[in-house]
């Protein structure tokens, strides 16, 4: 019997992005367009942090009791805390290709891609289940007490699938790297070697 090969069996060619120098080299058009996306993604973040505080203080306000207060903040936790860290990583991302493109020095380049790269890829659930209390699963996600600062309702997330965290109580957010730097108040350097195992 002859065996045929679907189309969903093929996969697809791995694709790489290129290095963000060499994307300005190849779409030189590029820079002219950074600093009006950048705008417009830190006009969202904007906009995304006064609706989130406009609910929470609905839910403060209108809902009496407790459990209900608690699951409606985790509701709106949940829904714009994935919208917010995009924010975040669109917002790092242009104003990374900005110094770039005005010559401006990158505070990373000192280390190489390759091992910042692996840094980022250290589980930060793995990194915060000893540091961060009352860490449960909800979903795909995990939330707890924030570690940097004090509060008696967990808003602290973790997101596996982004590799990254957000507080809605004290809005501090990033990836594993930016957890380690502000727990243990180490420099970028510093916590690319506490993750890559020089503790």
Known sequence: MKKTLEINQIAPPHY???PDNELLKIFPEAKG???EKLKEWQERKAEIRVVIKY??????NRV????????WREV???DAGDHLLECNK???????????KEGRPLSQNVLNEDTIEQAKQVSIVDVASSLVSRLRKIGRNYVGLCPFHQERHPSFYLYPDTNSFYCFGCHQGGDVIKFIELINNYSF???????????
Not at 55 to 60: E, H
Not at 64 to 71: A, L, M, T
């Open 16 to 18: 790489t992005p290129p």
């Open 90 to 100: 669109q917002i790092f991302r242009l104003n990374r290709l900005n110094r770039i």
């Open 189 to 199: 350097k510093e916590a690319i070697d506490y993750l890559k195992g020089g503790r």
């Open 64 to 71: 009496k009791d407790d459990f209900s207060r608690w699951f």
């Open 33 to 35: 367009i950074i600093p």
């Open 55 to 60: 609910n929470l203080k609905l839910i403060k």
């Open 76 to 78: 709106v936790k949940m």
